[in-house]
T-cell receptor, first 114, second 115 residues
Framework: KQEVTQIPAALSVPEGENLVLNCSFTDSAIYNLQWFRQDPGKGLTSLLLIQSSQREQTSGRLNASLDKSSGRSTLYIAASQPGDSATYLCAVRGYGGSQGNLIFGKGTKLSVKP | NAGVTQTPKFRILKIGQSMTLQCTQDMNHNYMYWYRQDPGMGLKLIYYSVGAGITDKGEVPNGYNVSRSTTEDFPLRLELAAPSQTSVYFC??????????????FGQGTRLTVV
């Protein structure tokens, strides 16, 4: 059974710092991995999707990497801003049937202080 | 630009009452999902559907039912509400794996309290 772990559970940094959020998964047979952002009381917003054949994806100040063989992904946020404060979730998708569903980690709650 | 729309946003139910959470998407996605999110527990899959007329159980299906009569709609039915069903419910959708791009999109959630 696929399990997804995110470390740390919470992170507080001063504005302007570069930071890395970690995501690990137990079964490397994934189709893709998706990073989401969730603001308090809101839904999930998709940030980046990495296919299993890709090593990284970039969007603005965000860069996500994937090392499928070691079961790890990282989300790098450059020059953090208070507006980046939110919970960040990663989810992996397997191949077909129930395995094709998204399995989520519990998230990392990020606080960026001015 | 609607994406995935859920109604209602908030609801308070009494124990034993029933209700339907509505979910509709306008992206012509094959796959639709219902998740619940509890504090500290992450998102758990309740039911999913790979197309109209096809539904299947996820990790936590007890106490819920679904139907998928159209591509757009995927309602979640709660029968005999219990306090354990107090949670935030999210509906999501995506294309099928064979399409290549399976980016999932989520609704804004329904916050349900059972008292």
């Amino acid at each position: 059974k696929q399990e997804v772990t995110q470390i740390p559970a919470a992170l507080s940094v001063p504005e302007g710092e570069n930071l890395v959020l970690n995501c690990s998964f137990t079964d490397s047979a994934i189709y893709n991995l998706q990073w989401f952002r969730q603001d308090p009381g809101k839904g999930l917003t998709s940030l980046l999707l990495i296919q299993s054949s890709q090593r990284e994806q970039t969007s603005g100040r965000l860069n996500a990497s994937l090392d499928k063989s070691s079961g790890r992904s990282t989300l790098y946020i450059a020059a953090s801003q208070p507006g980046d404060s939110a919970t960040y979730l990663c989810a992996v998708r397997g191949y077909g049937g129930s395995q094709g569903n998204l399995i989520f980690g519990k998230g990392t709650k990020l606080s960026v202080k001015p | 630009n609607a994406g995935v729309t859920q109604t209602p946003k908030f609801r308070i139910l009494k124990i034993g009452q029933s209700m339907t959470l509505q979910c509709t998407q306008d992206m012509n996605h094959n796959y639709m999902y219902w998740y619940r999110q509890d504090p500290g527990m992450g998102l758990k899959l309740i039911y999913y559907s790979v197309g109209a007329g096809i539904t299947d159980k996820g990790e936590v299906p007890n106490g819920y039912n679904v139907s998928r009569s159209t591509t757009e709609d995927f309602p979640l039915r709660l029968e005999l509400a219990a306090p354990s069903q107090t949670s935030v419910y999210f509906c999501a959708s995506s294309l099928r794996i064979t399409s290549g791009n399976t980016e999932a999109f989520f609704g804004q959630g329904t916050r349900l309290t059972v008292v």
